[in-house]
């Protein structure tokens, strides 16, 4: 399964081949289902999370147009159609793109690449703003991952420095990190995740962070410095 989730809405079985022969190429996306009309799609969307809609216009009952403008909570689209005609249209609705039928592979591509960076986008922004629970000292703290400095894995225990204090938490290093926004912080050691945003410079195989030195693997160097110079 891909890092998105994709549905298809056509109601012509060739149109709905190509789609998933296409999109078994992309391995970012993941094919939930299939639907014929929007009623179908309907009752889809309901019950699962969709981040991209490949979505016919022309079909039986209700067209693509109206079906996009009747979601209250309305995924990335790309709009696939025979008739160049409601290009217009679909961009006003914020499609992200307009494929007309037959379209190769590159324009599929082209149109998948526009939709992946809108969704690594949003996904990179909901990651950094959620704040995160903790439980330390017997009180429960809601911390936004960017006042994290650095954690520090002590046995069954973290060590979390803030920017205005420590924690110390019943946690793993490993879960830690895992729901932490992978884009700020990364593992330097055994024994250390870092803010890769609050590093102030490299020196040897240590990270100043604050007022710390953190040491990194010299495994990790190679890697930390791409990274950090990326920041």
């Known amino acids: 399964?891909?890092?998105?989730?994709?549905?298809?809405?056509?109601?012509?079985?060739?149109?709905?081949?190509?789609?998933?022969?296409?999109?078994?190429?992309?391995?970012?996306l993941g094919l939930l289902g299939e639907c014929a009309n929007a009623m179908e799609a309907t009752r889809f969307l309901m019950q699962d999370k969709v981040d991209l809609l490949f979505l016919d216009i022309e079909m039986p009952g209700l067209s693509g147009i109206s079906f996009a403008r009747s979601l209250t909570h309305t995924p990335l689209i790309i709009f696939t159609t025979a008739y160049p005609q409601f290009a217009v249209e679909g961009?006003?609705?914020?499609?992200?793109?307009?494929?007309?039928?037959?379209?190769?592979?590159?324009?599929?591509?082209?149109?998948?690449?526009?939709?992946?960076?809108?969704?690594?986008?949003?996904?990179?922004?909901?990651?950094?703003?959620?704040?995160?629970?903790?439980?330390?000292?017997?009180?429960?703290?809601?911390?936004?991952?960017?006042?994290?400095?650095?954690?520090?894995?002590?046995?069954?225990?973290?060590?979390?420095?803030?920017?205005?204090?420590?924690?110390?938490?019943?946690?793993?290093?490993k879960h830690l990190t895992e729901i932490l926004p992978d884009e700020e912080f990364m593992r330097i050691h055994k024994s250390y995740v870092v803010n890769l945003k609050q590093i102030s410079f490299i020196e040897g195989n240590q990270v100043r962070i604050g007022e710390q030195l953190v040491p990194f693997s010299p495994a990790q160097r190679e890697a930390l410095l791409e990274r950090f110079s990326s920041m």
Request: charged share 30%; glycine share 4%.
């Open 1 to 28: 399964m891909g890092t998105f989730n994709c549905l298809i809405i056509d109601d012509e079985p060739l149109s709905r081949d190509v789609l998933r022969k296409y999109l078994g190429m992309v391995a970012e």
């Open 91 to 173: 961009f006003e609705l914020n499609a992200v793109d307009y494929l007309v039928k037959p379209y190769s592979f590159e324009r599929f591509m082209k149109a998948v690449n526009r939709g992946l960076q809108l969704l690594n986008q949003e996904s990179a922004t909901t990651a950094s703003s959620r704040k995160i629970i903790l439980k330390a000292d017997k009180k429960i703290y809601a911390v936004e991952p960017s006042e994290i400095l650095y954690l520090e894995g002590q046995g069954d225990y973290v060590r979390i420095v803030l920017q205005d204090k420590k924690l110390m938490v019943h946690e793993t290093l």
